[in-house]
């Protein structure tokens, strides 16, 4: 029996990257495991997805919801306005759901990975954009600790003790996985 048997993980974006390692840690804790993922745009969705928090509060058994946002959902990065602005509205969305579904049981987290070993950051378009723009480094370069980038896996550990009764007093929390990013100056 894991720490996490009889519970249900939702995770989206489950086919590849962080998604898929956070599926496997959590099942290995002893979550089912609902994986999402659509590889294409969609077109137009004729209908409201992802109603799993009316599901989550009619089950009155509580429960963990961890966002996924970044390090520039912490501190603003240069050349990455659209960007920044998308991972600190993850914040504002998780701070919101946080107070908002407490009364029912539910926790609501953020985690916030500096650059990860996963197929977006480290493919040669993205490589060669930061190239291109030497503005960029200091958004690729600033951890504390001597590592470039840490592996989704490293990011499914803190998702895991987040959905965890390890962690059934935290909520509205935005837990860095950085390697020392924010705090560098």
Not at 46 to 66: D, R
């Amino acid at each position: 029996m894991g720490t996490l048997t009889g519970e249900v993980a939702l995770i989206t974006g489950a086919a590849r990257g962080q998604g898929r390692s956070h599926a496997i840690r959590l099942e290995q804790d002893g979550a089912d495991i609902i994986a999402l993922d659509r590889r294409a745009p969609f077109d137009t969705v004729p209908y409201t997805l992802k109603a799993a928090v009316p599901t989550m509060i009619a089950g009155a058994a509580g429960g963990s919801i961890v966002l996924t946002s970044s390090t520039a959902g912490l501190r603003g990065l240069r050349s990455m306005a659209d960007y920044t602005a998308t991972k600190h509205g993850v914040v504002g969305l998780m701070r919101t759901f946080a107070n908002e579904l407490a009364e029912h049981g539910l926790r609501v987290n953020s985690v916030h990975p500096t650059g990860v070993n996963t197929d977006m950051v480290t493919n040669p378009a993205l490589r060669r954009w930061y190239e291109d723009n030497p503005s960029m480094a200091a958004n690729v370069s600033g951890n504390v600790l001597p590592v470039d980038l840490v592996e989704a896996a490293d990011v499914s550990e803190a998702v895991a003790w987040l959905a965890s009764d390890a962690a059934r007093y935290v909520t509205g929390v935005t837990l860095p996985v950085d390697a020392g990013f924010i705090v560098n100056v």
